[in-house]
T-cell receptor, first 109, second 118 residues
Framework: GQNIDQPTEMTATEGAIVQINCTYQTSGFNGLFWYQQHAGEAPTFLSY????GLEEKGRFSSFLSRSKGYSYLLLKELQMKDSASYLC??????????FGAGTTVTVRA | GAVVSQHPSRVICKSGTSVKIECRSLDFQATTMFWYRQFPKQSLMLMATSNEGSKATYEQGVEKDKFLINHASLTLSTLTVTSAHPEDSSFYICSARDSEGHSTGELFFGEGSRLTVL
């Protein structure tokens, strides 16, 4: 089975940095995704990591360590519109995508 | 990026009726589509994998006779909730992966369908 853990909630101030951690234990690994989901909407793709290291995309960066079963999503220069749920998802060996419970990030002015 | 369209976005029905939700990949072919269900403040739970031209594969605990899946073409999958009950009220989301490998393998999601069963 799949086991994906991430914090339930995080709060940060506008302009600050927030790091969302995700640990996983899965049967096989074919990549890790981060998605953003606003309330009542479908998830939207943020990042994909399949090799170890840091992937930077503008204000968002994602890091992966396969040996540790660990990833984080780094949100910099937080804006109010970044308030959303952030989902960590792992591709298992059969290419099924399993999601963590999501981390709700609240950005305060 | 690739576009997946889902319809209807909202549906309200009476208990005991059936509801069909369509999922279309608009600019790519998808031999495999996935159906997820999301209850309030919970994450997406995979219900089933829809395979074009063959039977769907259901996750443990999902009733295949209640949630009928048809994937008749490379761009369309449908989910029919049969004899819906209030506990079936949820947000249903489909997703698809570009079969021709024109992306990193990411899933593209439909807009979701919010089902309310009275």
């Amino acid at each position: 089975g799949q086991n994906i853990d991430q914090p339930t909630e995080m709060t940060a101030t506008e302009g600050a940095i927030v790091q969302i951690n995700c640990t996983y234990q899965t049967s096989g690994f074919n990549g890790l995704f981060w998605y953003q989901q606003h309330a009542g909407e479908a998830p939207t793709f943020l990042s994909y990591n399949v090799l170890d290291g840091l992937e930077e995309k503008g204000r968002f960066s994602s890091f992966l360590s396969r040996s540790k079963g660990y990833s984080y999503l780094l949100l910099k220069e937080l804006q109010m519109k970044d308030s959303a749920s952030y989902l960590c998802a792992v591709y298992s060996h059969d290419y099924k995508l399993s999601f963590g419970a999501g981390t709700t990030v609240t950005v305060r002015a | 990026g690739a576009v997946v369209s889902q319809h209807p976005s909202r549906v309200i029905c009476k208990s005991g009726t059936s509801v069909k939700i369509e999922c279309r990949s608009l600019d790519f072919q998808a031999t495999t589509m996935f159906w997820y269900r999301q209850f309030p403040k919970q994450s997406l739970m995979l219900m089933a994998t829809s395979n074009e031209g063959s039977k769907a594969t259901y996750e443990q605990g999902v009733e295949k006779d209640k949630f009928l899946i048809n994937h008749a073409s490379l761009t369309l999958s449908t989910l029919t909730v049969t004899s819906a009950h209030p506990e079936d009220s949820s947000f249903y989301i489909c997703s698809a992966r570009d079969s021709e490998g024109h992306s990193t393998g990411e899933l593209f999601f439909g807009e979701g369908s919010r089902l309310t069963v009275l």
